[in-house]
């Protein structure tokens, strides 16, 4: 379904002021959310990090980031939405280091075992996002599905680069709150009493040894 996806040659390439305005000039995004669905987690990002760029990727368009800029003027400047594939085009848009978050909130589970490959929590991609975290960086993900919690939670305690945040460690951090039901995913969930499966992790200066 990403036949008509318009993206960059190279980060250098993109021309990040259609979105944010020339108040982008000489600052990069921070935040991305991975397949963002409507965008609801990023509104809410938005106005607790004013000073912070942030981007959804979402390959079909659903945002309501636009209408929200233009019923409010002068908010929500410094988030945007773009219909793109993640696991195809992140090398087009960012840079080494360029993240300091990266969140994954109720990713499409595929089931079978024969589609695993398309998960987009997976072994391969998490040293692609490990390339563009910087040190000590986090990855925020949640689902309401049990099966794919305990596939991502294993995938990156494979891979030498992140660390399992504690209970203790996630306590302090304001975003943990707003994984579960800012979404609308999320929302859905809490509708329906599903369970949720929160777990973030820091990517290390250095592999483990
Ligand atoms: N995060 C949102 C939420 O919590 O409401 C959306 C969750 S929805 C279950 C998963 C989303 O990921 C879908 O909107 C889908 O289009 C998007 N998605 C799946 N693969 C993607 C990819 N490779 N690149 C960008 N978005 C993707």
């Given at each position: ?7 960059p040659?190279t980060?250098?390439d ?46 079909r ?32 848009y ?51 599905v ?7 939670v ?39 009493k ?16």
């Amino acid at each position: 379904s990403d036949h008509f996806i318009d993206y960059p040659r190279t980060p250098d390439d993109m021309n990040w002021e259609q979105y944010f305005g020339p108040s982008v000039a000489g600052k990069q995004i921070e935040f991305l959310d991975v397949g963002c669905g409507y965008g609801g987690l990023l509104v809410k990002l938005s106005t607790l990090y004013p000073e912070i760029l942030m981007c959804g990727l979402e390959l079909r368009v659903k945002q309501k980031i636009k209408a929200l800029r233009d019923q409010h003027p002068g908010q929500y400047d410094n988030v945007c939405c773009l219909r793109s594939n993640a696991m195809k085009y992140l090398p087009n848009y960012f840079r080494k280091h360029q993240l300091s978050k990266m969140f994954f909130l109720y990713p499409d589970p595929h089931f079978k075992t024969v589609k695993h490959k398309w998960r987009i929590i997976n072994t391969n991609l998490l040293s692609e996002y490990a390339y563009f975290l910087r040190p000590g960086g986090i990855i925020y993900t949640m689902t309401d599905v049990e099966d794919l919690h305990n596939w991502m939670v294993q995938a990156f305690e494979k891979h030498p680069l992140y660390k399992r945040l504690t209970d203790e460690e996630l306590a302090t951090d304001p975003i943990v709150p707003l994984l579960g039901d800012t979404t609308e995913e999320g929302q859905k969930v809490n509708r329906n009493k599903g369970s949720m499966f929160p777990a973030v992790f820091m990517r290390l200066e250095k592999p483990r040894t």
